[in-house]
């Protein structure tokens, strides 16, 4: 039943888009502060398409829009320190059990981001308008890279690179989450907007309990 109502939900916005007489398209991108629970922070980007359309037929100013944009949403993982008879550096096994180790991780996974928000557009001057929007979202792994870095109290430190944190099996490749946007647009064309974006399911594929959370600025023109 979740899965149905999350397909119905993805698929509603282009079947109205197709109905709509006043739908338009843009391009947009702009900033992400990712801070996925568990995690530390990490900058990214987000850049691609947008779709918009009006609900006048439900109340004047009403609108929706969704994208499809590629999305990166990295995070870095505090050092953990271990003690143990093994040196992941050199392969050493000595007797006593005296060697430590600090393993750390960055990731940086892209995703195809797909927003669909309901919003309200309502005019403050001759060409500006303010508008408040929320809704759901979905992202779908694409790709992505994690790189963990190990220092050993003797010898130098190394890193060990994952090729793929989706096919690799680190990541959950589908997420998806409630976003929340304020901005305003200029001139009917430009766009400028604020919100924040909340997981709802566990990014990861192991025992560590984290779901995304990220701050985003965006810019976007309208045709």
Excluded at 55 to 65: H, I, R, S, T
Excluded at 124 to 153: C, H, M, R, W
Aim: glycine fraction near 10%; charge should be positive; include cysteine.
């Amino acid at each position: 039943m979740k899965k149905i109502l999350l397909t119905l939900l993805f698929i509603l916005p282009f079947y109205m888009a197709a109905k709509a007489q006043d739908f338009r398209v843009g391009v947009t991108g702009g900033y992400n502060l990712s801070s996925p629970s568990a995690y530390q922070s990490q900058s990214g980007f987000h850049a691609g398409v947008k779709g918009e359309f009006g609900l006048p037929q439900v109340a004047k100013g009403l609108y929706m829009d969704f994208g499809l944009m590629l999305s990166s949403h990295g995070w870095k993982s505090p050092g953990y320190y271990y003690n143990s008879n093994y040196n992941p550096a050199t392969g050493e096994k000595p007797d006593k059990p005296s060697l430590g180790y600090t393993s750390s991780y960055k990731c940086t996974p892209y995703y195809l981001n797909i927003p669909v928000h309901i919003g309200y557009k309502f005019s403050v001057g001759q060409n500006v308008s303010l508008f408040i929007k929320a809704g759901p979202y979905f992202n779908i792994g694409l790709f992505g890279k994690a790189t963990e870095t190990i220092a050993p109290d003797k010898g130098a430190a190394m890193t060990k690179k994952t090729a793929n944190v989706f096919s690799d099996k680190m990541l959950n490749r589908f997420d998806w989450g409630l976003g929340f946007r304020a901005g305003m647009e200029i001139a009917h064309h430009v766009q400028f907007s604020i919100g924040y974006d909340w997981g709802m399911k566990n990014i990861n594929r192991n025992d560590v309990n984290s779901k995304n959370r990220t701050f985003v600025v965006s810019c976007a023109y309208m045709f």
